[in-house]
């Protein structure tokens, strides 16, 4: 087996805190300043939609990445117990 313990990358409660507030912040500082903004309203209606799709795909971006890096990390653990079963199965002193 493996000496490398399984390493879950799990965010600690702080770094999902700070997360979650920075967003909120940004996203209504973002909110106040179109509202506070001299335009029209299909102008404010432009830009509040603009945001809301780039938070959208923001968010679908950041779960595809995510996908992609799981979906390697196992890729790589299956070859990896492959190696560890052809290592095990191996005796060089057998004779043929």
Given at each position: ?96
């Amino acid at each position: 087996m493996s000496n490398t313990p399984n390493a879950q990358s799990k965010s600690t409660t702080a770094f999902l805190a700070q997360a979650a507030i920075a967003f909120g912040i940004s996203f209504s500082a973002s909110i106040i300043g179109i509202l506070y903004l001299p335009l029209d309203i299909w102008q404010r209606g432009f830009l509040v939609m603009s945001l809301l799709f780039l938070v959208s795909s923001s968010f679908t971006l950041a779960k595809v990445v995510r996908d992609q890096h799981e979906a390697s990390r196992v890729h790589s653990r299956i070859d990896e117990a492959r190696l560890e079963k052809l290592m095990a199965e191996h005796d060089p002193f057998k004779v043929m």
